[in-house]
């Protein structure tokens, strides 16, 4: 795996840049004050639940109190295998070209076009997605399919270059190199072995076909962009140039009556898990009133935008 140390980062020129540096330098630099701040409500909700535990022991018959603790360590034990095995899960899921295997890439070939906030959006997409892979394993230990196993996606984000990268500790915390299934590439879409270009898809809004379903063996493309959609059209183009030209699909959106027009461009984490979703068995319709937030749907006519969510909105071009 390549190294995951940071450049250094480049001066800024102007008043603004340097204000935008300063900002992510004192986030940086508290975020051990955060962590400690995190523990301590864990430490205090652990001292309540203990304390609440021995007020119940102290009204039981020690009969009642040995059965009671008895279920809560089988619980315990329970969830650790629970979780021990949606990690081996995670961690068994390999970038290739495979038909058995479910395999996402985030394409980071825009990055000379993004300014340094939309970069810093676009690296945090990559932890939703993880946490959604994830949460995906999590409830297919728990709760296994009897028809059809469960769909846990390998994904790789590619073309990571050094301008790329220097956001990653600052964003994704010193932990980021060890998510299992995640995969950090510095070598482009283009140069990738395992991507051959008649198995490989690029979804984009601009694309005129729609994704009918979704695949083993596939590799499916989400660019890797926050960008306001000031970009327009520069995912179907990347995608056309590709190997001499790629297939190019939007996700059907206008299968659900709820979803405004506007809504064509995603989040990519919101696309990621769309196809987490249809992978494993779900309708486009549901899954989509499911995942596209509510601001971009429309409920009786009215649509439910408020001016807050979209200040909060960390949306960019799939």
Same mark, same amino acid.
């Given at each position: 795996?390549?190294?995951?140390?940071?450049?250094?980062?480049?001066?800024?020129?102007?008043?603004?840049?340097?204000?935008?540096?300063?900002?992510?330098?004192?986030?940086?630099?508290?975020?051990?004050?955060?962590? /400690?701040?995190?523990?301590?409500?864990?430490? =205090?909700? @652990?001292? %309540? $639940? *203990?304390?609440?535990?021995?007020?119940? +022991? #102290? &009204?039981?018959?020690?009969? /009642?109190?040995?059965?009671?603790?008895?279920? =809560?360590? @089988?619980? %315990? $034990? *329970?969830?650790?295998?629970?979780?021990? +095995? #949606? &990690?081996?899960?995670?961690?068994?899921?390999?970038?290739?070209?495979?038909?058995?295997?479910?395999?996402?890439?985030?394409?980071?070939?825009?990055?000379? +076009?993004?300014?340094?906030?939309?970069?810093?959006?676009?690296?945090?997409?990559?932890?939703?997605?993880?946490v959604a892979n994830k949460t995906a394993a999590a409830q297919a230990v728990r709760q296994p399919a009897i028809?059809?196993?469960?769909?846990?996606?390998?994904?790789?984000?590619?073309?990571?270059?050094?301008?790329?990268?220097?956001?990653?500790?600052?964003?994704?915390?010193?932990?980021?190199?060890?998510?299992?299934?995640?995969?950090?590439?510095?070598?482009?879409?283009?140069?990738?072995?395992?991507?051959?270009?008649?198995?490989?898809?690029?979804?984009?809004?601009?694309?005129?076909?729609?994704?009918?379903?979704?695949?083993?063996?596939?590799?499916?493309?989400?660019?890797?962009?926050?960008?306001?959609?000031?970009?327009?059209?520069?995912?179907?183009?990347?995608?056309?140039?590709?190997?001499?030209?790629?297939?190019?699909?939007?996700?059907?959106?206008?299968?659900?009556?709820?979803?405004?027009?506007?809504?064509?461009?995603?989040?990519?984490?919101?696309?990621?898990?769309?196809?987490?979703?249809?992978?494993?068995?779900?309708?486009?319709?549901?899954?989509?009133?499911?995942?596209?937030?509510?601001?971009?749907?429309?409920?009786?006519?009215?649509?439910?935008?408020?001016?807050?969510?979209?200040?909060?909105?960390?949306?960019?071009?799939?």
């Open positions: 795996m390549p190294s995951d140390q940071a450049s250094p980062p480049e001066i800024p020129t102007t008043k603004s840049a340097l204000k935008r540096q300063r900002k992510v330098e004192r986030y940086v630099a508290q975020r051990l004050e955060r962590r /400690e701040a995190r523990k301590r409500r864990r430490q =205090a909700e @652990a001292d %309540r $639940r *203990r304390q609440a535990w021995q007020q119940r +022991q #102290a &009204r039981l018959t020690p009969e /009642e109190w040995a059965l009671q603790k008895a279920d =809560a360590d @089988a619980r %315990r $034990r *329970r969830e650790r295998a629970w979780t021990e +095995q #949606a &990690r081996d899960l995670l961690a068994q899921c390999e970038l290739s070209g495979a038909s058995d295997g479910y395999c996402c890439l985030v394409d980071f070939g825009f990055s000379a +076009q993004l300014t340094d906030k939309e970069l810093r959006k676009s690296v945090l997409q990559l932890r939703e997605i993880y028809d059809r196993p469960a769909a846990v996606f390998a994904v790789g984000a590619c073309g990571l270059d050094a301008h790329v990268r220097r956001h990653f500790d600052p964003v994704l915390g010193a932990g980021w190199s060890r998510w299992p299934s995640m995969h950090f590439l510095d070598t482009p879409l283009e140069s990738l072995d395992f991507c051959v270009p008649d198995r490989v898809v690029y979804l984009t809004a601009d694309a005129p076909e729609p994704l009918e379903s979704v695949r083993p063996g596939i590799v499916y493309v989400i660019g890797g962009m926050v960008d306001r959609n000031r970009l327009k059209g520069a995912a179907l183009q990347r995608a056309h140039c590709l190997w001499g030209g790629v297939c190019a699909r939007r996700l059907p959106l206008e299968r659900s009556p709820h979803v405004a027009s506007r809504a064509a461009v995603l989040a990519t984490c919101h696309v990621f898990q769309l196809l987490l979703r249809v992978a494993n068995g779900a309708a486009w319709a549901p899954a989509i009133d499911e995942v596209v937030p509510q601001r971009k749907q429309t409920r009786n006519g009215a649509s439910t935008d408020t001016r807050s969510q979209l200040l909060s909105d960390a949306e960019g071009d799939a």
